[in-house]
């Protein structure tokens, strides 16, 4: 439901971290749209757009539609709906039908009555979101995900072992992140080291036999 989409705390670093990238798009996508540059509103929406649906529903999803409801259940859950609700808003300039009838399925009104979205409100529901969070999780889940894909396994094989490699900010968002990237890469055992040398992760991966 639309009118309470504020209702629900989203209270999860990743979560926040999702809608502080989406506040920082809506930004660039508003600023390209008031310079007539529609092309890099378009470019900046479908970036996050698939940033979105690759990675942070993948990393999500066993929290946000688990049998256990709960606190961070629906955090993530919060965020799922104000992100779909704001990029669609985002999109529907350049895809009017089709955005019209997929907010028709949780809404009564047109989309293009619909103010556009506010960059403020988002920042407002994450006060605490770091994008850095987001980037070193999603980071993290790529290179399961390569992992599995270099050994010809199925992208929902166990992982006997993750240990991962990184600076102290990068081990602190993995410590954050941990339940979330457990379920999404079926991962056993998931480590973290700080490393005073690192300028990038770096992951030992062993799949299960």
Known sequence: DR?????????EPVDQALLAKLAETVESATKAFEE???AKAL???ESFFWEFTDDYVELVKERAYGETDGVNT???RAALLVTLDTVLRLFAPFLPFTT???????NNDSIHTSHWPQAQSLQELAPDGKIALLTTATEALRMIRKAKSEAKRSMRASVESANFVGT???TEHLNLVAPDLKAAGSI????HVVSTD???????????Q
């Open 198 to 208: 690192a300028v990038a992760l770096a992951a030992e991966i062993t799949l299960a």
């Open 36 to 38: 007539f540059n529609y």
């Open 74 to 76: 629906q955090s993530a």
């Open 100 to 106: 019209e009838e997929t907010w028709s399925w949780f």
């Open 43 to 45: 470019d900046v929406t």
């Open 168 to 170: 102290a900010e990068m």
């Open 188 to 191: 056993k055992e998931l480590t």
């Open 3 to 11: 009118e309470n989409i504020h209702a629900t705390t989203v209270s």
